[in-house]
C-alpha cells in the first residue's frame, strides 16, 4: 500500500516531473536516498508510467481538438486490431477509447484547422470500414489536467498497491 508520503511524491511530480530528487526530498521531509528509493519504486510498481513534457498545442501549430464518436457494426477481434493498427498510424489521434452505450468509440483528434481534420477524417474512412463517424470541435477549453486526483482516491479507500487490486478496505 502506498502511504501518505508517496501520494506526496506523486503530487509533486504530477505538477512538476523535473523536480530533482534533491527538491523532492527537500518538500516531503525526507532524506534524498529514502527518496530516490521511493519514487524508484513508484516506478517500478507501475505508478508513474513515465515523465513528459506538455505542450503548448496552439504554439506548435495544433490549436484544434476534435472529438470524434465512430460507431461500428463490426464488432469481432480481427476487425478491432484493425482498426486499432489504423488509429495507432495516425498522430493526430491523441486518446482513443472503447465505449458502453450509443458510442462504440470515442476518439480525440488534434490537428491545425477544418481543413487538416478533413485529411485526416479522409485517411480514417479509407482505413477501416465505419458505420457512422461524428464529429464535434471543441469551441473553448475550459478545464485540462493530466494531474490524477489522489486526494479523491485517497477519499474513496486509499490506493493499494497492484493495478487492479481496488478492494474495500475491509477486504484487507
Known sequence: MIDDLD????????????LTVAQLSERVGLSTTPCWKRVKRLEDEGYIERKVAILNRAK???PVTV???IRTSQHDEKWLNEFAAAVSRMPEVIELYRMSGEVDYLMKVVTSDIGGYDRFYKRLIKSVKLNDVSSTF???QIKYSTEVPL???QA???LR???GEERPDSAR
Open 60 to 62: 506548435v501549430g495544433l
Open 156 to 158: 474513496m479507500g486509499g
Open 138 to 140: 471543441a469551441m473553448e
Open 7 to 18: 501520494r506526496r511524491l506523486l503530487a509533486l511530480l504530477q505538477q512538476d516531473a523535473t
Open 151 to 153: 486526494d479523491a482516491v
Open 67 to 69: 472529438f470524434v464518436s
Open 161 to 163: 498497491r497492484g493495478a
